[in-house]
């Protein structure tokens, strides 16, 4: 049995192999690439890798090497169709059936990719042409150059019923295909001739993950509606599930380029041009769960930006309603939201506008920070019952999330934060990307807006939690200085800093692990980035690279006399056995003393409420800590 080719690619993008193999394989995170032992034969260092984005795994011992329905065959047992309805089950695919009409379409499919590029060359050529001299004028002034117009393949379609048709026809290409690949409209009336979909325009080839032309989106000249026009889905395209720029994103992922997601054609454009290659826009319509999926296959949190409009606000948090029921560990979104009125053309545009874009995507802060503010937005919490909402509110919000282990660290969160939020604590300033301080703590609590009681807007009506990005929201102050956790988590730092060798084995424990200090963890995540892509790196390059990051601040906070004082083991001159057994024992009690925190505010939160509903919560939040606590130091074994 044969399956459309179609079909396979569509169940390999939408399989995340990296998932399907850490079923079975323990997989560590190396770079862009995971490895562990191979499951193919026996060894004792790793020497099997996985590549998520480019979709193969490869064993450098025994020579292994294949994609995900290989992968399930091999080590299942399988034939190829069970791999592959194994596969399609998982991802809610229907496995097509043998037919001769299967067959059929698979070739029809064939012809409509040579007729999209039959008409991708046209509507290329008639740019050049008189005919389509506005379009290029069009072009030009959005400061277009011919590189960047062919780069594109932008074109240009006359304003003309049948000038795309007509030049098909003459290359032999049946109308019938031309209507079923979205080029011409067919009228109900079956006594009027089809005529071109797209007339007057600029227009947008749509490339699929193979750089294969799928469709067009069409800008009109004037002032004609509507004012962009895309290729209606197709046997080659659902505009929900591909995205403009994907495949130069992909391409420019396997280089850890940021992944931009913007909202228009010329928004991309513009971001290649200034060297943001990873730019890419969803199809005219709200970015959707399958997109967010393509997006992760490039990279664990592509940035959403956002125009600083009502339409781009609205836009961002559709983006974090479809994203919370599918995330899953280290998969998730990060916004930044433009100053209003502008939007990444423009700001291209200006004379420091690329300094100003980087500033805003190195706020942007990570979708359970946005969560966060777009609950606490113009609320009044001076009652009980406002604050039981509050509560009611978040937990409805998490509630949708479908990994255990995700919805656990929401929880947490978010249950730390409006215990901060009750005692009076002004939260302190958002996490910038990187980090909103999740794992044990839950760390800040940016959004707030500590109002005097009758004073707050109405909720959904004041923006104070968009930003803008980049800047601290106002009303907002750093809280009261943990002195006890931030020191135990500077030694933690400043001992890994001075023996990166002990990152091998506190490296998956400090993972799940976040600082309160916002500022601390992210320095922990960017050390432990450092050391996941290099781990034969010294301590001087370590700090040296930190500082590049600019994080020189943080990194003289951790190293100073001060904190070495408390914890003699953290020199780079203690022997390495010594600055081990000193890192576990602080670990342990950060652990044990943050356990205590929580603990104790579920008992306060039950002494003050008796009902089953909140019994039920003590009950989640009793379990939570039993389950962090012996994942944490199950890795210690």
Not at 1 to 18: G, I, N, T, W
Not at 140 to 148: F, P, S, V, W, Y
Not at 271 to 288: N, S
Request: proline share 5%; glycine share 10%.
């Amino acid at each position: 049995m044969s399956f459309p080719q179609s079909f396979l690619d569509d169940l390999r993008a939408r399989v995340d192999l990296a998932d399907v193999v850490g079923s079975s394989v323990k997989l560590i995170k190396r770079g862009r690439e995971y490895s562990g032992l191979c499951p193919f034969h026996s060894e004792k260092s790793p020497s099997f890798t996985v590549n998520d984005q480019k979709g193969f795994y490869h064993c450098f011992g025994c020579g292994a090497h294949g994609d995900v329905i290989s992968f399930v065959m091999n080590t299942r047992g399988l034939t190829f169709v069970e791999a592959v309805e194994v596969l399609a089950n998982q991802v809610g695919m229907d496995v097509p059936k043998p037919s001769r009409e299967a067959q059929e379409r698979e070739q029809k499919a064939k012809t409509l990719y040579e007729v999209m590029e039959v008409a991708c060359v046209f509507f290329e050529r008639m740019l050049r042409m008189p005919e389509g001299k506005e379009g290029l004028e069009y072009f030009r002034r959005r400061g277009l150059d011919d590189k960047t117009i062919a780069d594109f393949r932008l074109g240009f379609a006359p304003d003309n019923r049948g000038a795309l048709k007509a030049a098909l026809k003459r290359e032999e290409i049946d109308e019938k295909l031309m209507v079923e690949a979205g080029l011409l409209i067919e009228p109900e009336d079956s006594g009027r001739q089809s005529y071109d979909r797209f007339r007057g325009r600029v227009m947008f080839p749509i490339l699929d993950r193979r750089g294969r032309v799928v469709a067009f989106g069409g800008r009109v000249m004037g002032d004609g509606k509507p004012k962009y026009l895309n290729s209606p889905d197709t046997p080659l395209f659902h505009k929900g599930r591909l995205l403009y720029g994907l495949p130069q994103a992909r391409e420019a992922s396997q280089n850890d380029a940021p992944i931009i997601v913007t909202e228009g054609y010329m928004d991309v454009i513009a971001l290649h041009r200034a060297g943001y290659r990873g730019a890419v826009a969803p199809l005219g319509t709200a970015v959707t769960e399958e997109q967010i999926g393509e997006l992760w296959k490039m990279t664990n949190e592509p940035v959403m930006c956002l125009d600083g409009d009502a339409a781009g606000k609205r836009a961002a948090v559709r983006a974090a309603e479809r994203a919370l029921p599918i995330l899953r560990p280290g998969k998730s979104l990060v916004f930044s939201i433009l100053p209003e009125g502008e939007d990444p053309d423009t700001m291209m545009a200006a004379p420091d506008g690329f300094a100003t874009f980087q500033k805003i995507i190195d706020a942007a802060v990570p979708l359970a920070e946005l969560i966060w503010r777009m609950e606490l937005s113009g609320r009044k919490i001076d009652t009980p019952e406002r604050r039981a909402a509050l509560e009611a509110d978040l937990h409805q919000r998490i509630s949708v999330i479908a990994d255990d282990a995700v919805k656990s660290q929401y929880r947490s969160m978010f249950n730390d934060r409006t215990w901060k939020l009750f005692k009076g604590e002004k939260p302190g300033k958002p996490a910038g990307r990187g980090g909103y301080g999740g794992g044990f703590s839950g760390g800040s609590a940016g959004g707030y807006q500590n109002k005097k009681p009758g004073r707050a807007g109405k909720r959904g009506k004041n923006d104070h939690f968009w930003g803008p990005a980049g800047k601290a929201v106002p009303g907002m102050s750093r809280p009261p200085m943990q002195k006890k956790r931030d020191l135990q988590d500077s030694i933690l730092l400043v001992t890994l800093i001075n023996h990166p060798h002990l990152h091998d084995e506190v490296g998956e424990q400090l993972g799940i692990y976040s600082c309160a200090d916002s500022e601390l963890d992210n320095l922990r995540r960017a050390v432990l980035k450092l050391l996941d892509d290099d781990p034969g790196l010294d301590s001087d390059t370590i700090k040296a690279q930190l500082k590049r990051d600019g994080l020189s601040e943080t990194v003289l906070r951790v190293v100073s006399a001060d904190i070495i004082a408390h914890a003699a083991f953290a020199k780079s001159e203690t022997p390495l056995e010594r600055a081990r057994t000193g890192w576990k024992q602080v670990f342990s009690m950060a652990v044990s003393s943050l356990e205590d925190e929580e603990a104790k505010y579920a008992v306060r939160q039950l002494a003050a409420d008796t009902s089953e509903e909140e019994w039920e919560r003590f009950s989640h939040r009793r379990e939570d800590l039993a389950r962090r606590r012996e994942k944490v130091f199950k890795l210690d074994d």
